[in-house]
C-alpha cells in the first residue's frame, strides 16, 4: 500500500509562486509514474503534469512553461513548482501514483 501526502498549497497573489510536496510511504515510490491534478469548484478533475519513473515530463498545455515537475526518489518525493500563477490555476492540486494511488489533495488559491 502506497500513502501520498500534498503540502505546500496556500493564499498568492497573481504572478506569484508555490511549490507544491508530495511525499510517498513505502518503497515503490521510484518505479511509479508519478502525475499532478488539479480539480475547480464544479470542474472535472485534470492533468497538470507528469514524470516517468526514468524523469520524462509532460504538461498541459496552460501550465507548459510556468509550472515544473520533478521527483526526488531517494526522498519518496514529488515536487510541483508553480510560477507566474494566473486566477485560474485556483483549484485542489492532487498528486498521483500510477493513477492508482492518491493524496488527500492540497488547496491552491490565487486571489488579488
Known amino acids: 500500500q502506497v500513502q501520498l501526502v500534498e503540502s505546500g498549497g496556500g493564499l498568492v497573489q497573481p504572478g506569484g509562486s508555490l511549490r507544491l510536496s508530495c511525499t510517498a510511504s513505502?518503497?515503490?515510490?521510484?518505479?511509479?509514474?508519478m502525475g499532478w491534478y488539479r480539480q475547480a469548484p464544479g470542474k472535472q478533475r485534470e492533468l497538470v503534469a507528469t514524470?516517468?519513473?526514468?524523469?520524462?515530463?509532460n504538461y498541459e498545455a496552460s501550465v507548459k512553461g510556468r509550472f515544473t515537475i520533478s521527483r526526488e526518489n531517494a526522498k519518496n518525493t514529488l515536487y510541483l513548482q508553480m510560477n507566474s500563477l494566473k486566477f485560474d490555476d485556483t483549484a485542489v492540486y492532487y498528486c498521483?501514483?500510477?493513477?492508482?494511488?492518491w493524496g488527500q489533495g492540497t488547496q491552491v488559491t490565487v486571489s488579488s
Open positions: 498521483s501514483g500510477a493513477r492508482v494511488y
Open positions: 514524470i516517468t519513473r526514468g524523469g520524462n515530463t
Open positions: 513505502g518503497s515503490l515510490f521510484s518505479i511509479f509514474n
